[in-house]
């Protein structure tokens, strides 16, 4: 079992930064690949980036690309999501979660990580 705990969400206005946090706890962190995603009312929940367990390399979907870095520290057992630019279209509840697969195309979809945190709202105004 990992239990995971996002933190760092708030208002902030439109072109402003937040960092978001996600702390975990329970079994080995570092053996897990962890993944953002993010659900705003009444939308599907949206797959934001994805890092691997090494920190190596990192998945980014077009609409936050060049905006948002993850990174972790496994010394910490915490990943990061450095959201800078932000726009009233990235309103949402931030998700982290965690999982043990291999890199391919179920990181980019909620089915493919077992674990998630409670989630946290950022607020963009324009």
């Known amino acids: 079992q990992v239990h995971l705990v996002e933190s760092g969400g708030g208002l902030v206005q439109a072109g402003g930064s937040l960092r978001l946090s996600c702390a975990a706890s329970g079994r080995t962190f570092r053996n897990y690949a962890m993944g953002w995603f993010r659900q705003a009312p009444e939308k599907e929940r949206e797959f934001v980036g994805a890092?691997?367990?090494?920190?190596?390399?990192?998945y980014y979907p077009d609409s936050v690309k060049g905006r948002f870095t993850i990174s972790r520290d496994n010394a910490k057992n915490t990943v990061y999501l450095q959201m800078n630019s932000l726009k009233p279209e990235d309103t949402a509840v931030y998700y982290c979660a965690a999982t043990s697969r291999s890199y391919g195309s179920t990181w980019y979809s909620r089915g493919g990580y077992e674990y998630w945190g409670q989630g946290t709202q950022v607020t963009v105004s324009s």
């Open positions: 890092i691997t367990w090494s920190g190596g390399n990192t």
